[in-house]
Structures are given as structure tokens and as C-alpha cells.
Nanobody, 124 residues
């Protein structure tokens, strides 16, 4: 059974930083591309960032490009999202996702497995 478990969310002030983690089990992590998505209150789920199986290729949504960094540690079966210079509009539930393909993608329908999400709130 595949499980993706996110952690690291919380309340942070504008301009602050957080690092999200997603631990995967039940799948071959080294052949799996991964991504982060988010859903803000009252909005559709949106793509945040993606990374290929080896961590060499990454892709970011425009609103987070330059502020967020996606990375992975295949030995630890863990995906990360480092979020800097956080803004109130980054407030959302953040989800990690996995797909049984080497290459990255930015469409939600391209991903096979999802975590339960972790809440990030940016507020003073």
C-alpha cells in the first residue's frame, strides 16, 4: 500500500520560512517523479513544484519561482519543499504527489498517489 505522509506545516509570519517533508512508502521511490500541490481556501488545487526521479530536473509555478526549492533524498525516501519569503497568499494545504514515471509533470491528473496534506498559514 502506497503512503505519502507530509509534515512541517504550521503558522509563520510573512517573510518567514518553512520546510515541508513528505515520506514515501510502498513504492519504488527511485523511479518515481514527485511534486507539491496546494489548495487555498475557496480555490482550486494548483501546482507548486515538481522534481524528476533523480532530482536533477525541477519545475516551479510562477508564483513560487525563486522563493521555493523542491528537493529529494532518495536514500531517505523523502521529498522536501523549502519555502522562503512566505506571503499570506501562500496560505494553503500543501500536498505531495507521486507518479510512476521518471520524468516530472505539472498536471494533477499526471500523478497516481497523494498525501493527506499539511496546513501552511502565513499571517502576522
Amino acid at each position: 500500500q502506497v503512503q505519502l505522509v507530509e509534515s512541517g506545516g504550521g503558522l509563520v509570519q510573512p517573510g518567514g520560512s518553512l520546510r515541508l517533508s513528505c515520506v514515501a512508502s510502498g513504492l519504488t521511490f527511485t523511479t518515481t517523479a514527485m511534486a507539491w500541490f496546494r489548495r487555498a481556501p475557496g480555490k482550486e488545487r494548483e501546482f507548486v513544484a515538481a522534481i524528476n526521479w533523480g532530482g536533477v530536473s525541477t519545475y516551479y509555478a510562477d508564483p513560487v519561482n525563486g522563493r521555493f526549492t523542491i528537493s529529494r533524498d532518495n536514500a531517505k525516501r523523502t521529498l522536501y519543499l523549502r519555502m522562503n519569503s512566505l506571503k499570506p497568499e501562500d496560505t494553503a494545504v500543501y500536498y505531495c504527489a507521486a507518479r510512476h514515471v521518471f520524468g516530472l509533470a505539472y498536471g494533477a491528473d499526471d500523478y497516481d498517489y497523494w498525501g493527506q496534506g499539511t496546513q501552511v498559514t502565513v499571517s502576522s
